[in-house]
């Protein structure tokens, strides 16, 4: 089993139908969809610069952001399917389609996840990896990414991952790949393969 990622810088792009595409065909049966935040986040982001609000209360609209962001994925292609627990995900995968995970009541019924901005998708994604035995956490990102195998620090140091995600893969048993720009071909291949070399790889 595979958690992807799909980051939501990529929610007004071009490629976004393609890589829906190749979850949906190479992915069927094997990959869990983890939606970013995309626009909606951003909206949380402002309402709270307006408001006031803590954040406490941001990260929790946030969820929602990524829920809603995940219905619209699961809208755009047949075979995506909202799934909200444990349960509803190896259903939709038993089913040979893909789970878009909408996970507002998993996150906020474990309190050893940090309420804040610290923590976002990525880690959220990494977290669900772990809760899944998953093999494979592959975050897909917008960026050109051309520097291969980078460490998990320096994702962060680059600003690709938020600051807890070291905490949510320092003793993961799955591996993790990120990929960029045009990446559908390669995601493609990748899931045809049982095994990666290396922790971290990039590309």
């Not at 990494?126 to 291969?148: C, F, H, Q, Y």
Request: with cysteine; net charge negative.
């Amino acid at each position: 089993m595979w958690v992807v990622k799909l980051g939501g810088s990529l929610a007004n792009s071009e490629e976004l139908p393609r890589w829906l595409e190749v979850m949906a065909t190479a992915g069927a049966g094997k990959v869990v969809l983890v939606p970013g935040g995309g626009p909606w986040a951003d909206e949380v982001r402002e309402a709270q610069k307006r408001e006031g609000f803590d954040d406490c209360v941001a990260h929790r609209k946030a969820l929602r952001a990524m829920e809603q962001y995940g219905r619209v994925l699961a809208s755009m292609r047949p075979g995506l399917v909202a799934a909200d627990s444990i349960g509803v995900i190896r259903k939709v995968l038993e089913n040979n389609q893909v789970p878009v995970w909408m996970p507002y009541e998993m996150v906020v019924a474990d309190p050893s996840i940090p309420e804040s901005w610290d923590v976002t998708s990525d880690s959220l994604a990494a977290w669900l990896a772990g809760k899944l035995n998953a093999s494979t956490l592959l975050l897909v990102k917008s960026l050109a990414i051309t520097d291969p195998q980078l460490s998990i620090e320096e994702m962060v140091r680059r600003g690709w991952v938020d600051i807890c995600f070291p905490k949510f893969t320092s003793n993961a048993r799955f591996q993790v790949c990120v990929l960029g720009q045009g990446g559908q071909e390669e995601v493609g291949q990748l899931l045809t393969v049982s095994n990666l070399d290396g922790k971290v790889t990039s590309g």
